[in-house]
């Protein structure tokens, strides 16, 4: 929608409760140094409720869940984290986090079922998302006592400390709860006034595309109210009509079967912020990196003739590399052989046998799974055979994307590792006003678990290069780094 006046509405933002004062740093504020100070903690100021704005003229909306969205009620929700550096001298942390109190109310007139809620009724009737006047999501406001370097680098962070910038919501399946909310923010300001902003979303009602989507619109709203604008630009108005996404196939009515039978089963494995030895690091590939491991796989395939993989882009090298470095450190030696599998997400937007405009809203998400035998990824020639089931993979997934999608619940349910976010999302290019974001995280709530979920996005810093986060026990992480960097270091002699 272009041309959307900003200044003839108001705001919608209730205060809830509120902590201690907030005291905002004072230039040349002297603060103890990470290692000086006290143990890191993060203290919740303010709760508040965003709505879209009062006077905005929207109609209560129901949106039925399309096959697309039922299987991610398995699963928990949408994490991701955004870090921004202090804002220009003659702005003050007030100002920003008025702006985007402000801006969110704005925002959520385009994106209002993301202030409504996922109603789950007792079997057979469906879950769906409902928005009605008055909903709204929650907001917090909250402080840490150290400085965004010390969480926004690339080095091991404890991921218990980045479970703290980011809200809670429950996982749909496990909640009691027969409506629960669908969007949370978090806005954590640090000692050196960077802040974070943490957005939790539920994969049913949005996956990553509509997420950016969001965040992008929100990102421009607050930097038209920055520069006084009356109007601002937004080509993209969310398509709320599920009524484009057919299912011949029944999968819907399969996927609700599947999921009512696991309601009293599943057991609750939400994450229990008690070990403090898990962290996280990012690591990073370059677009010379991941040619240099697609030669290498090319010329291995020449060696011991080998057919070369049917799609090797960076995606499947790169995907191919952190497979095989992941098993390495893990320990296999006691295990017997037997298939390992990786899952990923494919994107439904271009590959779906009926049209899906891009600013669909909702999940357009599908599922891929690629398996090697154990022995084979610790063997000699892992990566090209890792190469060779990713891109056998992909390659079926481009030609029917709904084969086999019947089991996609039960295949999932047997990963070992999970490759989650894509390098394609422009995260980086995010700016509320005050610039652009300095780190981007995407966060899983089944970093902890059986599966290794591995997130990926885009370089901020090289053009064409790839951003890895990685969650492992602090030894196996001093392990998957040299295991990561020696092998990039082999390949390049």
């Known amino acids: 929608m272009n041309g959307q006046y900003l200044k003839t509405w108001d705001f919608a933002i209730s205060t809830m409760s509120s902590g201690a004062l907030y005291v905002l740093p004072k230039p040349g504020d002297r603060r103890p140094s990470p290692a000086m100070a006290a143990p890191f903690n993060v203290s919740i100021v303010e709760h508040c409720r965003v709505s879209p704005p009062p006077d905005s003229t929207i109609p209560p909306i129901t949106l039925p869940l399309t096959f697309l969205d039922i299987?991610?009620?398995?699963y928990p929700p949408n994490q991701t984290l955004l870090f921004f550096p202090k804002p220009p001298p003659k702005t003050t942390i007030t100002t920003v986090t008025t702006l985007l109190k402000q801006s969110l109310s704005l925002t959520l007139h385009h994106f209002h079922p993301l202030a409504g809620n996922l109603v789950s009724p007792p079997p057979p009737a469906e879950p769906y998302i409902v928005y009605t006047e008055g909903d709204s999501i929650s907001l917090t406001l909250a402080e840490s006592n150290?400085?965004?370097?010390?969480l926004s680098g690339d080095h091991p962070r404890l991921?218990?400390?980045l479970y703290s910038l980011l809200p809670q919501l429950p996982i749909i399946s496990m909640s009691r709860d027969t409506h629960v909310p669908l969007l949370a923010i978090q806005i954590t300001i640090f000692t050196d006034s960077g802040y974070s902003i943490g957005v939790t979303a539920q994969h049913a009602a949005a996956d990553e595309r509509t997420l950016d989507q969001f965040l992008k619109c929100w990102a421009s709203v607050c930097t038209s109210l920055l520069k006084k604008e009356s109007l601002f630009?937004?080509?993209s108005t969310p398509w709320f009509d599920r009524r484009i996404i057919l299912d011949p196939n029944l999968l819907k009515t399969r996927f609700l079967k599947q999921l009512w039978n696991r309601l009293n089963s599943t057991k609750d494995c939400s994450f229990e912020q008690t070990d403090h030895n898990i962290v996280r690091s990012t690591f990073l590939l370059t677009s010379s990196?991941?040619?240099m491991i697609k030669q290498h796989i090319l010329a291995k395939c020449k060696m011991i003739n080998e057919d070369p993989p049917v799609h090797l882009s960076p995606y499947v090298s790169a995907c191919s590399y952190i497979w095989i470095c992941l098993l390495k450190v893990q320990e296999t030696q006691e295990l017997k052989d037997g298939p390992m599998y990786l899952g990923f997400n494919a994107g439904g937007i271009t590959r779906l046998p009926f049209e899906v405009p891009g600013n669909y809203f909702g999940s357009c998400i599908a599922f891929g799974r690629c398996m090697v035998m154990k022995s084979v990824l610790l063997g000699e020639d892992a990566i090209v055979f890792a190469a060779k089931s990713l891109g056998k993979e992909i390659k079926r997934l481009d030609m029917d994307v709904l084969e086999g999608a019947d089991r996609w619940i039960c295949d999932w349910d047997e990963l070992n590792v999970r490759i989650l976010g894509s390098?394609?999302?422009?995260?980086?290019?995010?700016?509320f006003g005050w610039g652009?974001?300095?780190?981007?995280?995407k966060i899983s709530s089944d970093d902890h678990g059986r599966v290794n979920v591995?997130?990926?996005?885009?370089?901020?810093?090289?053009?064409g290069g790839m951003e890895i986060g990685v969650v492992l026990f602090r030894e196996k992480m001093s392990a998957f780094t040299s295991i990561f960097n020696g092998g990039l270091m082999e390949l390049a002699r």
């Open 71 to 74: 299987p991610w009620l398995l």
């Open 146 to 150: 150290t400085t965004i370097n010390h």
């Open 454 to 463: 591995v997130s990926l996005c885009e370089s901020r810093d090289l053009n």
């Open 159 to 161: 991921i218990t400390n």
């Open 289 to 291: 990196d991941m040619n």
């Open 233 to 235: 630009v937004f080509n």
């Open 436 to 441: 652009k974001v300095q780190k981007v995280e």
């Open 423 to 431: 390098p394609k999302v422009d995260s980086y290019g995010l700016d």
